[in-house]
């Protein structure tokens, strides 16, 4: 009898190792695939054409420079936002004017991703003219989705998908 229990105790024990070097893992994990998709994000795509605008540098000084952001928008923008009336946060389509912005700042540090509450990430994924900033929280519902769009070679926020709770 006591082998039997010796053995289910360091199956016991081997299991909750296991479960806790797994969460481990998976933000190390995380931390990988973000810092792949951030390299890979700053190739190909923005390196167009010559007279066109890196959007590494737009989204800097659109995040930073106020007055700049404001000419870098397509009021009245659209956007898709969780009704908060509807007991269930349905999406609803809105439109945001230019007097109702509330400033944006979409510039990322890595420390995000580890830092004590609020934790996200942020990917640019582009497709042709298009980029699109997609930010994702980790365990607490931040999920945002922001569309540029590539018009006479400079970078405009032409929509945005904000489904966070």
């Known amino acids: 009898m006591k082998p039997k229990g010796l053995i289910f105790s ?3 024990i081997f299991l909750f190792i296991s479960c ?3 969460s481990a893992n998976k933000n190390a994990e995380q931390v990988r695939e973000t810092q792949e998709r ?3 994000s700053s190739n190909p795509e ?3 054409l010559s007279d066109t605008e890196k959007f590494d540098q737009f989204i800097q000084k659109f995040s930073t420079e106020e007055s700049f952001q404001f ?4 009021f009245p923008i659209s956007v898709i936002i969780p009704d908060t009336g509807h007991e269930g946060m349905a999406p609803m389509h809105e439109y945001i004017g230019k007097y109702d912005w509330e400033i944006l700042d979409l510039t990322y540090d890595s420390t995000y991703l580890t830092r004590p509450y609020d934790q996200y990430y942020q990917v640019v994924r582009f497709e042709n ?4 900033v ?4 980790i365990d ?4 945002a989705d922001y569309y540029f769009s590539l018009i006479n070679n400079k970078w405009y926020l032409v929509t945005l998908y904000e489904a966070s709770f």
């Open 71 to 74: 000419e870098r928008i397509k």
């Open 134 to 137: 997609e930010i994702r929280g």
């Open 46 to 48: 923005e390196v167009a």
């Open 10 to 12: 360091c199956l016991f």
């Open 38 to 40: 951030e390299a890979l």
């Open 20 to 22: 806790s070097q797994g």
């Open 129 to 132: 003219d298009t980029a699109v």
């Open 140 to 143: 607490n519902g931040i999920y």
